[in-house]
Structures are given as structure tokens and as C-alpha cells.
């Protein structure tokens, strides 16, 4: 089976997969991702960041997967969806919002995630805030769960699906556990103190081939120390990639596949 995007025929909730949207003007989102949190200073409540915009609890294990070691799914109504209770903080203008909630609305057409406003009684719920940088937790946590997007280089539907995918469960593209396969890492290149954003980890892959395209996949120039790539495809290094401005195909098969949204064949 080749590494194209596989084409599935689902029975339910995936019938508008193939709607995506145009995006194409924005930046790449590793791009904005890096650009928005080069220079972050985090308050003394926030976390610490790994892999760019990943937060972890203090003496969390850096290269463990949630999903893989200790699960990370959010709960599954007896409906069959995944109903995520979500606030979103004030300090946002009503533009700012809209592009929020555009992008936790573009998951329900595609997917059984379904983020719906918080209510009084819920236990756990994404607080999204304008804090220092872009970044999000790994899989469900329990209670309140930041998701910082900050008002000042965050607000792209590109770095809120990329967010919300985070705290779905997924890590980065270019640390899956086969991305020595695909990718190759020039460790020469990279910033001092940055190499762990490129540790493989063992992650769940969900039978999904590997995605240059996938809007959590970086691109070639990421954290680099002298301008030169830390990252080129192989074998062939003139394969486009890092370059989404939104979920791909794959990002959101593999999605639907972690959370079991929907029963599929290979077409």
C-alpha cells in the first residue's frame, strides 16, 4: 500500500470529509507556531513546553505518548460522540472568538468530536485562554485544561485545529515512531537545547501512513540554529512538506480511528 492518503468509505458521521476548506493564504502552521512562541516568557503558573507548543506536568516522562502509556481519550457518549465542554476566555474580541470557535466547529462535520460550551456540573472542559504562546496538553487531563491561544500570533484556524488536536490526544508528525523512515533529522542544525523536540516517541500511529502534509507535521527550517533544514524527506527530499494551513485527510482518518467515530472500509 502506497504512503498516499487512504480513501474510506464510512457509514457514519464522515460523509463530508472530502470538504475542506482554503486556507492556502495563511502561513504554514509550524511556521506561525514557531514564530508565536520564539520569545515566550511563560508566567509562573504555566507549564513547561516540549516539542514547541506541547505543555507537560512537572516530572512527566518527555517521551512518553498519554494515549500509549497511560490513555488520553475523552469520554464516548452512549450516542456515539465525544461531547468536549470547552469556555472560552473573555480577554478575546468577538472576531477573535468567531476564529476560535470556527475552528472547534470544523471538527463536528468531520468527525464525532463534538466541543460544545461548558455548563455548570462539568468536571473537565478545555479553558481556552490567551496566555503566553500557542500550545495545549497531550490528551484529556481532567478538570480544567488550558488551551493557550495567545491573542497576538495564535488566532489562525491552522494553530486551532492544530491546538485541539493536541489535547484530542495527537503528538507531532516528525515524532511518530517510524518518522526515521520518512524523514531525516540533521541534529547539526538544530538550536542549542532544542533537540528533544525531534525525540521519537511511541506513538499510536492508527494503521495511518505517514503524513508530510498533516497540519501537526513541521517544516524543514524548524528550530534551526543557522538556517539550514533540520528536517528533509526521504528518500526523495524534494517531496513537499510541512506546509498545511489545515487538518488533512489523514489527520482526519486517523482521528475518527482513535476515538472509533466510524465504522470504514478501505474503498
Not at 464510512?10 to 492556502?24: I, Q, R
Not at 518518522?179 to 541534529?187: A, F, L, T
Not at 505517514?210 to 524548524?222: C, G, L, T
Request: charged share 20%; proline share 4%.
Amino acid at each position: 500500500m502506497s504512503n498516499q492518503v487512504i480513501l474510506m468509505s464510512y457509514t457514519m458521521y464522515c460523509a463530508d470529509v472530502a470538504t475542506l476548506e482554503d486556507f492556502s493564504k495563511e502561513l504554514p502552521v509550524g511556521q506561525l507556531l514557531e514564530r508565536a512562541n520564539r520569545d515566550r516568557t511563560p508566567d509562573l503558573d504555566e507549564p513547561t513546553l516540549i516539542g514547541g507548543d506541547i505543555a507537560v506536568k512537572p516530572g512527566a516522562d518527555r517521551n512518553a505518548d498519554p494515549c500509549t502509556s497511560t490513555g488520553c481519550l475523552w469520554l464516548k457518549n452512549a450516542d456515539g460522540n465525544v461531547y468536549i465542554p470547552y469556555y472560552i476566555s473573555n480577554q478575546y474580541s468577538s472576531r477573535e472568538a468567531a476564529i476560535i470557535t470556527r475552528g472547534l466547529e470544523s471538527f463536528s462535520s468531520v468527525s464525532c468530536i463534538r466541543f460544545r460550551p461548558y455548563q455548570n456540573g462539568d468536571h473537565e472542559w478545555l479553558s481556552i485562554e490567551s496566555r503566553n504562546g500557542c500550545y495545549s496538553y497531550v490528551g484529556r487531563q481532567g478538570g480544567a485544561q488550558t488551551v493557550s491561544l495567545a491573542r497576538s500570533g495564535c488566532l489562525y484556524h491552522s494553530t486551532v485545529q492544530h491546538e485541539l488536536l493536541h489535547a484530542l490526544g495527537f503528538n507531532h508528525e516528525q515524532t511518530r515512531s517510524d518518522r526515521d523512515s520518512y524523514i531525516k533529522v540533521y541534529w547539526e542544525n538544530i538550536q542549542d537545547g532544542m533537540s528533544y523536540n525531534f525525540d521519537i516517541i511511541n506513538t499510536l500511529n492508527q494503521g495511518t501512513p505517514y503524513d508530510y502534509n498533516s497540519v501537526m507535521q513541521y517544516e524543514k527550517y524548524a528550530f534551526s540554529k543557522n538556517n539550514r533544514p533540520t528536517m528533509m524527506p526521504i528518500p526523495d527530499p524534494n517531496v513537499s512538506f510541512g506546509q498545511a494551513t489545515q487538518m488533512s485527510r489523514n489527520d482526519i482518518d486517523r482521528l475518527n480511528r482513535l476515538y472509533q467515530c466510524c465504522k470504514y472500509t478501505v474503498a
